[in-house]
């Protein structure tokens, strides 16, 4: 299968929202080539009549009644947050200068 | 049942504690500080705990006067429980066993957690994990190993290998853990107590920090059959705050328990041995206990037959597919804005501060898994990595469909080998997934799956047995392990967990 380069991997960190130093992506580089070479296998037995599994238990449009039920107080959200301002999460800057 | 010492109450079943906990002869409060006295004594060599719970005399006083004051509780309440890091727990910092939660106290309880603490169970505290539950040794936690109660240089499994060494230490009678692909069934194998992974939606998973939605079940460690069907029957069934939860009325798996270990055999019970779980990659050792239980099930009058799972060649490569995938999706929530840890500099972006934060927060498999999950879902690899692996997960539902046409329970190996050594595998993560093998076929399926002793390998360390039963047949995994329990502890005189060498610090 394919091959992942240092870039692929620094892609995907970047798509995940992961920084890494230099050694990180040498050894996830490697081990990640070694990972996929293993587990690209599955294809070999997903014929095109296969259908797919995406869950064990099949269930469809698990609704309730649209009522108000018991939902915690803005305290007891913010209580966990790094952040914020008693109504708000506080971040850093959305946008950088360049956008 | 190996007679308790008096005054031991930590080497007493968690059924027979509860018993001496409902005739009056012991109170919570003594109970519970047994435990934590054993917690005290031993837990600095085993580490199987994160966090011990300072207000468990309080809850166990509360349950007491309860039942002074002639209040009609629960069968097991009064009686300590060990909750595995990944539930949340109001008042107990819920961390997952990663650096990215330290500290954090969610703002409610997983219904897990709350149903218990309904029955009158005590929380002694949370139990270490892999992070994320990422892991096969609980190497992988951020806060440092769990060890082995029957060998310290030795990995208890994982990702529960706390709840575990917790149950096998003798520091809990009861504890909770949650299978992805093997996370309670295997730390049983290699530590000789018993682990339930549930039908997938039998128990919720509201409040439970997701690793694989699709994977993940909650379910009851114990040192025997019976009490993990009591726990479980406190914490299974519907659950209107869990989208999966199934809407079905389950029978009793505590009288299914009772029932099986009082009939004594398995007359007329199918047994089916999965030839591909019985194969080259399972220790000879293993495969020598594994030889023997099938022996004695087949005197106890069970049929034994063997079974095909052709597919199950494919599962860890499915799974290791399926599970980074929906786990990068997951772990997403980790973002430095609502809660956890936050890493930052003057003048970062958002961005910037979530790159940062999870660089710091995460531990090096996480990282891995997330990324290979991100590479499974991205445009042009998608059909062929993750798409085929869904369709490796449909062959493997239909190899479990056409066994249990032939056989009412299968069995195999619950691990391929013996608890290794700390270390042994760090370095090799492919070494460490193919770990799983015997374990994963049952997540991907949705079935549920029990891991129990069946003797020690030539190391003398435990070795696990693996019991699997169809979608919804919880029951028949209780009936038949609690009658293979009975039938082991005949020839061993008492269950294996009894016979674990005395930890050094554990010196009575």
Redesign the interface.
């Known amino acids: ?2 091959e ?1 380069t240092r870039d ?2 620094q892609h ?10 230099d050694d ?1 992506v040498t050894s ?1 580089t490697s ?2 080539s ?3 070479d ?10 095109p009549d ?8 099949p ?1 469809s449009n ?1 609704m ?1 009644d649209d009522v108000v039920g018991e939902t ?1 107080s803005a305290e ?2 913010f ?5 914020h301002d008693g109504e708000r ?1 506080r ?6 200068e360049e956008q | 049942m190996e007679q308790a010492q008096s005054g031991d109450l930590t080497r007493l079943a968690g059924h027979e504690l509860a018993a001496l906990l409902r005739s009056g002869e012991v109170s919570s409060v003594e109970a519970t500080q047994a435990h934590l006295d054993r917690i005290a004594e031993v837990d600095g060599d085993v580490h199987a705990f994160l966090h011990v719970n300072e207000a468990a005399l309080e809850q166990a006083r509360a349950i007491d006067e309860r039942r002074a004051a002639g209040e009609e509780l629960h069968e097991l309440a009064g009686a300590p429980v060990a909750i595995k890091d990944v539930l949340c727990t109001v008042g107990m910092p819920s961390t997952a066993g990663s650096r990215i939660l330290e500290g954090w106290i969610p703002p409610y309880d997983a219904t897990v957690v709350a149903r218990l603490g309904h029955a009158g169970l005590v929380a002694l505290g949370k139990t270490n994990m892999d992070e994320f539950a990422m892991g096969s040794s609980t190497e992988h936690s951020a806060y440092g190993p769990t060890r082995n109660p029957w060998d310290l240089e030795r990995i208890p499994g994982g990702s529960g290998g706390g709840s575990a060494a917790a149950v096998a230490a003798f520091e809990a009678p009861f504890a909770l853990g949650s299978d992805t692909g093997g996370s309670i069934r295997q730390p049983a194998a290699v530590t000789g107590t018993v682990g339930m992974k549930p039908t997938y939606g039998g128990v919720s998973r509201y409040g439970a920090i997701a690793l694989a939605s699709s994977l993940d079940q909650v379910g009851p460690v114990t040192r025997t059959v019976l009490d993990s069907a009591l726990i479980h029957d406190v914490i299974g069934g519907h659950d209107p705050l869990d989208s999966t939860s199934l809407e079905r009325e389950w029978p009793s798996f505590a009288a299914a328990a009772r029932e099986g270990a009082s009939r004594g055999d398995l007359a007329g019970v199918r047994v089916g041995v999965v030839k591909e779980l019985d194969s080259e990659g399972i220790a000879a050792d293993v495969q020598a206990r594994f030889q023997e239980t099938v022996r004695v099930l087949t005197d106890a009058g069970a049929e034994v037959v063997e079974v095909s799972c052709p597919s199950f060649a494919y599962s860890v490569a499915a799974y290791y597919l399926i599970l980074p995938a929906e786990a990068s999706s997951n772990l997403a929530r980790f973002d430095s804005v609502r809660f956890g840890l936050r890493v930052e500099q003057a003048g970062q972006t958002v961005e910037d501060v979530m790159a940062a934060t999870r660089e710091v927060g995460f531990g090096t498999e996480v990282k891995r898994r997330i990324i290979l999950g991100t590479y499974a879902l991205s445009a042009g690899y998608y059909d062929a990595y993750y798409g085929s692996a869904q369709k490796v997960r449909t062959l493997i539902q239909r190899d479990f469909d056409a066994a249990f046409e032939q056989a009412d329970i299968l069995i195999s190996p619950a691990a391929p080998t013996t608890a290794f050594k700390l270390s042994e595998k760090l370095d090799d993560p492919l070494a460490m997934y193919v770990n799983d093998i015997t374990t994963i076929p049952a997540n991907l399926a949705g079935i549920p799956g029990m891991g129990l002793p069946m003797g020690l390998g030539d190391d003398g360390l435990p070795v696990g047995l693996q019991l699997l039963a169809p979608m919804f047949e919880d029951e028949r995994l209780y009936r038949a392990g609690a009658a293979i329990e009975a039938l082991l502890a005949q020839r061993w005189g008492g269950i294996l967990a009894t016979k674990a060498p005395e930890l050094a610090g554990g010196a009575r």
């Open positions: 299968m394919s992942i692929d991997v995907l960190a970047g798509l995940a929202r992961i920084a890494l130093t990180e996830l081990e990640l070694a990972i996929v293993a587990i690209a296998t599955v294809s070999e037995i997903a014929g296969v259908p797919a599994t995406s869950h064990p238990v269930l698990v309730r915690l007891q959200i209580a966990g947050a790094p952040s999460f971040v850093s800057a959305i946008l950088g």
